[in-house]
DNA sequence: AACATCTTTAACGTTAACGTCAAAGTTAAG
DNA sequence: CTTAACTTTGACGTTAACGTTAAAGATGTT
């Protein structure tokens, strides 16, 4: 690791094709960190080149970046994460089984099921949103006071 | 532990002074939470009994509570809640030096100080309920798509 | 006084989310 | 072809935030 971008192979600009020091440099994670999140099934196995390196998407780092704000913007644990970020490989797990589905009522009780994991998650998000709501007008209210008294300072 | 509130001693409803396992019950926290977060310096090391048993007041429930809010809501390490609290004590030490304080523009200045810390904060908070909302949205897209697929499946 | 409950401190265990190090293979560049 | 820089997979280490257990003392009840 000596150049933090470009040093490697591909002069092609190619969209889909970043090492993992060049998707760690610009996520800000680390590399350990991206093979953790691959390990633990937070990031789609990545492609290999013929050499077992792993390449990179930018959709990849769009979900990076994703994650990113979930844990440290809303503190969610990686586990949270997981199950909010359901979307690719929950899509496609469930439209294989929607594939293989024949009967349309099964189908349909598939999706609720879903719709029950999903519905949790606005809960909990919700919660949260009213939570921090309520600390911004008491902090509001703060500063409303202070304005106030400043008003009344300047008056003397 | 086998009665949750009043199991104990004192008869009388003296405000400041519950037990352990009041505080733990009442908060929702664990008696091993508590004397950890006075390990760590989150509360101020509680009042003891002739006993040495550990009494705690209105005041530290207070706290807990603000505590359980900056961890569960905006998921704040004990770390980073240690550091707002103390900006929370600092700014009543300014608060206290502001009353003491009698040239009109100094009393001003120290105003406007404490509305750079609070501000600070609302923006924390700012950027959270921005990156919930995004989050909620998203996934209410995914509940009506999911709706759109169950119509599509039950008009067949 | 005996007893069941509560409390104390001390110390070791646990889980998540990585950090760090080692041994070995890969690649671009000289 | 050699070499420096990059990568791989283990595997063990670390920190935060507690959980759990143990040994001993305190308290109110019988």
Redesign the pocket.
């Known amino acids: 690791?000596?150049?933090t971008s470009e040093?490697?192979?591909e002069m092609d600009k190619h969209p889909s094709c970043f090492?993992?020091?060049q998707v760690a440099s610009r996520t800000g994670l680390?590399?350990?960190?991206l093979?953790?999140y691959e390990e633990v099934g937070l990031l789609p196995a990545a492609e290999r080149?013929?050499?077992?390196?792993?390449r990179y998407s930018e959709e990849d780092i769009q979900r990076l970046e994703h994650i990113k704000a979930y844990?440290n913007l809303l503190g969610f644990?990686?586990?949270d994460i997981r199950v909010l970020l359901a979307t690719d490989q929950e899509r496609e797990v469930i439209k294989e089984a929607y594939r293989q589905e024949t009967d349309i009522e099964t189908k349909i009780a598939q999706l609720a099921q879903t719709d029950v994991l999903i519905e949790q998650q606005l809960q909990l998000v919700d919660q949260k949103i009213a939570g921090l709501l309520e600390m911004k007008a008491s902090l509001q209210e703060r500063l409303a006071r202070h304005a106030e008294t400043r008003k009344r300072l300047q008056d003397s």
Chains 1, 2 share one sequence.
């Open positions: 690791m000596v150049d040093s490697q192979i090492t993992i020091e680390t590399r350990r960190t093979r953790y080149t013929e050499g077992n390196y792993r844990k644990s990686l586990h």
